[in-house]
């Protein structure tokens, strides 16, 4: 039984002018054969010979075989690099001489033409091989990552109501929940994030901020440095409303609390009735 999009065992059953004919036993009558390219043939093989080949499909939708090796087979999560973008969709490097495609539908943003993006290979419903960026189904929860660990993902998914889904290694599931969603995250960026959590299925909940103590004093270096913007004093205090501390500081109004407060304790700041003066 062929197996499309993946590596597999066939025999040399036939040969021809233009290649050979692999079925999956080493008999000269199987009815059901796919054709190897000439030029893919390993110098001395013959009939009754073993190879691994990988089957996708021809510009014509003929399954062939290929002994060349995908970046990628079906199921499997990695980086591509955007060759080509087209009305249909954009068009991705695999490793094969014909490209696989990445319809519009399966994009979760617009894709640019050399960039390289987070996909995984599936089979659609016309039975062809193609990319999505939606590998959320195929990301692993066996990460053996714990709480306080430090990791890199990709982001590959943005939704206001849940987060920014972040892909571990390549491979893990993992999860930026809203409430910790701080500073610019957009789709395809790499990030280094903290395990908060690992859920009981296995998939990982990520901040991009510090443990408290930690993160109050890198919150208040970063206010110091915001204070040359404002010529040494903010034209706001840590009564303005959220957005607007969001805004201009990427901080929750606690973590903006939190900091002023230690930048007071150490004498760098002086809040006012509407503004906070820098003080050294």
């Not at 319809?103 to 894709?111: A, G, H, I, L, S």
Request: aromatic letters at 8%.
């Amino acid at each position: 039984m062929f197996e499309l999009g993946k590596k597999q065992s066939l025999f040399i059953v036939k040969e021809v002018d233009f290649g050979v004919y692999l079925a999956d036993k080493p008999d000269i009558n199987a009815e059901e054969r796919v054709l190897l390219p000439k030029k893919q043939i390993p110098e001395g093989k013959g009939i009754g010979d073993e190879l691994e080949v990988f089957l996708y499909k021809d510009s014509k939708d003929r399954l062939i075989a290929t002994t060349n090796s995908p970046l990628l087979s079906v199921g499997e999560v990695g980086m591509l690099k955007v060759s080509q973008v087209t009305p249909i969709g954009a068009f991705l490097d695999w490793g094969l001489e014909k490209d696989i495609l990445l319809p519009y539908k399966e994009q979760t943003r617009r894709v640019k033409e050399g960039e390289e993006i987070l996909v995984t290979i599936y089979i659609d419903k016309s039975s062809r091989l193609a990319a999505t960026m939606n590998v959320y189904e195929r990301l692993s929860c066996e990460s053996g990552y714990q709480k306080d660990d430090r990791v890199s993902g990709i982001v590959y998914q943005i939704i206001d109501s849940f987060g920014a889904f972040v892909a571990v290694d390549n491979k893990y599931s993992a999860l930026i929940p809203t409430r910790e969603m701080f500073g610019d995250i957009s789709v395809g960026d790499t990030i280094e994030a903290r395990v908060t959590g690992v859920k009981p299925d296995g998939k990982l909940d990520l901040s991009v901020r510090e443990k408290a103590h930690i993160q109050i004093k890198k919150d208040a270096e970063r206010i110091m440095e915001l204070f040359d913007k404002y010529n040494g004093e903010l034209p706001f205090t840590d009564k303005a409303s959220p957005e607007l501390i969001k805004r201009e500081t990427g901080m929750s109004k606690n973590e903006f609390k939190r900091a002023i407060g230690n930048l007071l304790k150490n004498n760098k700041v002086e809040i006012k009735s509407d503004s906070i003066k820098r003080t050294v």
